[in-house]
């Protein structure tokens, strides 16, 4: 799994790298959005929760972020992190990607540009429900974006974005002093995000 990881996250960041030989502004910018999740339960669990659905641990709920990267005409490169979590049925789950992208531009006009690009990154998944042992498990993620960029001055801009991550992060459930209740997977999120960014 290690080994998956740094492959990952040396694509990732070799390409931006690429990237960076044509990049002359750096931005940041500040990120929400909405995530789902689907996970898939462990048998354990399923007995032991009476076929809890997991899929509503995490869905359609607030999701908060920032980036910083350069850009150009032609594309962008950054570092995102963002941070999800809710509870469902007395479970809490908390997300948190950090990802590393590239973005390549089609003018749409003067000041609105069409989007697309890949990210690659670490996914950490906590398990943070009342009553239980607190566990923590970092996966991979990969996936694609896509959206729409509108200039408002020279210096920022505001975006819509879809986001869809592959992982495979997961979390043990364990009640404190006992035994395992089961565990839960990651295997998917998508995530709708507005951001608000600014050009130095």
Do not use: C, W
Not at 126 to 145: H, K, P, V
Request: aromatic content about 8%; hydrophobic content about 30%; cysteine-free.
């Amino acid at each position: 799994m290690k080994k998956l990881n740094t492959l990952l996250l040396t694509v990732a960041f070799l390409g931006a790298s690429a990237a960076a030989q044509a990049a002359d502004t750096t931005f940041a910018g500040v990120t929400y959005g909405q995530t789902s999740d689907k996970m898939k339960k462990s048998g354990l669990l399923t007995r032991n929760t009476d076929h809890l659905n997991t899929d509503g641990i995490i869905s359609k709920d607030s999701t908060y972020g920032i980036r910083v990267g350069q850009m150009n005409d032609q594309g962008r490169y950054y570092l995102t992190y963002d941070n999800v979590s809710n509870d469902h049925s007395g479970l809490k789950v908390r997300q948190e990607n950090l990802l590393g992208s590239y973005d390549m531009f089609y003018p749409l006009g003067n000041t609105t540009k069409l989007f697309g690009g890949a990210s690659a990154g670490l996914t950490k998944m906590s398990m943070e429900s009342s009553g239980y042992s607190r566990d923590t498990d970092t996966g991979y993620a990969i996936g694609l974006q896509a959206g729409v960029l509108q200039q408002v001055s020279d210096n920022a801009s505001v975006e819509l974005g879809y986001r869809y991550l592959r992982s495979n992060a997961s979390t043990e459930l364990s009640e404190h002093d006992g035994p395992k209740v089961g565990s839960l997977r990651l295997n998917s999120s998508a995530q709708t995000y507005l951001s608000a960014n600014y050009a130095f």
